[in-house]
């Protein structure tokens, strides 16, 4: 069984930590963020992007799932990541997911709580916790596109926690979705996190906290990928938002440059092997190594 997203996630925002999410896509990139967890020790949220959903399905993805958290010895969540699709997120609560996320945050305020609001009591009704949205934080992935961030309000967000009844709040303080975050210097609003975090007293969500490690960068470049001007999100300033009250890590764009730096050399430098085993278990090896990297900055070690 899936472990409780919520309960993961209250217990580290009582010891101050953060529990990482990392989005799934297939069968490698699943067996790497397990094996990271199992060898820290450590609770992880899996997570599936409607985008994962259309790519693989949402039966083949949840039932990889199911079974890496049977095998596992740590405690696996699953996460539907960016529900923008009403019948996308109730397939999610039929078949037994440990959370939803419900993202309205491109509507007006009232129709998010709103629609916040109504999958929380369907969600609820199946004691599966709800993610919801306050803010946008600009950039694109999969289907999820904004031009510009629009902060978090405090006073919303108070608010909005009191009307919806959702379990966690993503907000905005900064962070951007994709590869190329930030045009100048990257810089998130601790200060306005301080504020949002007095005022909603529920675990909080950094969503587009990839840092692009540049060591990945240069792999991938190295071997044939074009990646000029990506800029992630400083590890300082993840350890800044987690100290000050993000308990859930999002990541998937450094899972992405981790998987393509891996395959584009071995396929380079091996131009006659075409057994895709010997370039997806690469693949596999090293998003274990990127997952264990950021277990370590979320202080989820030994969490399980």
Known sequence: MFANTKELLTNAYRHRYAVGHFNINNMEILQGIVQAAQNLKSPVILAT??????????NFLYDLALTASQLSSVPLALHLDHGLNLDIIRQALKLGYSS???DASH????????????VVQ?????????????????????SITAKKI??????????????TGCDFLAIAIGTSHGAYKF???????????????????????LHGASSLPKNLVRQAVKYGAQLSG??????IQIKQAIKHGINKVNTDTDLRIAFDAAVRKVIKTKPQDFDPRHFL??????????VEHRIKLFGSVNKA
């Open 122 to 142: 369907l969600a609820h009704r199946k004691n599966i916790s709800v993610e919801a949205e306050l803010g946008t934080i600009g950039g694109a992935e999969d």
């Open 150 to 163: 629009l902060y978090t309000d405090p006073e919303k967000a108070k608010e909005f926690v009191e009307r």
């Open 230 to 235: 990506v800029r992630g999100v400083p590890e």
């Open 183 to 205: 045009k100048g210097q990257a810089r998130l609003k601790i200060d306005l996190l301080k504020k949002i975090k007095q005022k909603a007293k529920i675990p909080l969500v």
């Open 107 to 118: 509507e007006d305020f009232e129709q998010n709580i709103r629609i916040t609001k109504k």
């Open 281 to 290: 278990a690469p693949a596999r090896d090293l998003i274990t190594k990127v």
């Open 100 to 102: 939803v996320m419900v």
């Open 49 to 58: 992007s409607e985008g994962a959903l259309k790519y693989a399905g949402i």
